[in-house]
T-cell receptor, first 112, second 115 residues
Framework: GDSVTQMEGPVTLSEEAFLTINCTYTATGYPSLFWYVQYPGEGLQLLLKATKADDKGSNKGFEATYRKETTSFHLEKGSVQVSDSAVYFCALSDTGANNLFFGTGTRLTVIP | GAGVSQTPSNKVTEKGKYVELRCDPISGHTALYWYRQSLGQGPEFLIYFQGTGAADDSGLPNDRFFAVRPEGSVSTLKIQRTERGDSAVYLC?????????????FGPGTRLTVL
């Protein structure tokens, strides 16, 4: 079956630090991969996505590359800001599926 | 434009009672999803509608859970004989059409507490 394994949190970083949140997956088909973010007091929103191997999704300075050989989709940002403090969810949608399958989420806190 | 809205934002009920949770998707979105998020977990899929019909209800945990979308817009998730284990945040999402590649837009959720 499908599964998503995310780096356990919480993660605390100083402003301008480099961020990596690891995500690996298993899927029966050829999934699309997503990162969703939940800012304090807000609903889940799509941060970035990639639909095939070697695709790189990017948004707001965040990037993630679809690595089929390592079944990974790690989230990175070169210089985090306090406003990036949120919970980040890695997710997949498998071939022929319509729903998303989420990881458990990683809470990021950025301190000034 | 308006996003996905859900009502109520909070619902407290007693064990054994019946509850209804409402979702208003983004206008024009044909696909609608319900998810459940327990504390410290990611959202778990419950049911997917394409138009008026439930195209995939494989995530519903048991027959106490039921959802409808009679006119292809607003959806109601219904839970009968609630149990304490049903306590969670229930999320609704919509997308322009079905298919795993389409962005799903999430509502703020309804926090259900069963005492």
């Amino acid at each position: 079956g499908d599964s998503v394994t995310q780096m356990e949190g919480p993660v605390t970083l100083s402003e301008e630090a480099f961020l990596t949140i690891n995500c690996t997956y298993t899927a029966t088909g050829y999934p699309s991969l997503f990162w969703y973010v939940q800012y304090p007091g807000e609903g889940l929103q799509l941060l970035l996505k990639a639909t095939k191997a070697d695709d790189k999704g990017s948004n707001k300075g965040f990037e993630a590359t679809y690595r089929k050989e390592t079944t990974s989709f790690h989230l990175e940002k070169g210089s985090v800001q306090v406003s990036d403090s949120a919970v980040y969810f890695c997710a997949l949608s498998d071939t022929g599926a319509n729903n998303l399958f989420f990881g458990t989420g990683t809470r990021l806190t950025v301190i000034p | 434009g308006a996003g996905v809205s859900q009502t109520p934002s909070n619902k407290v009920t007693e064990k054994g009672k019946y509850v209804e949770l409402r979702c208003d998707p983004i206008s024009g979105h044909t696909a609608l999803y319900w998810y459940r998020q327990s504390l410290g977990q990611g959202p778990e899929f419950l049911i997917y509608f394409q138009g008026t019909g439930a195209a995939d209800d494989s995530g519903l945990p048991n027959d106490r859970f039921f959802a409808v979308r009679p006119e292809g817009s607003v959806s109601t998730l219904k839970i009968q004989r609630t149990e304490r284990g049903d306590s969670a945040v229930y999320l609704c999402a919509s997308s322009l059409s079905g298919g795993g590649n389409n962005e799903q837009f999430f509502g703020p959720g309804t926090r259900l507490t069963v005492l």
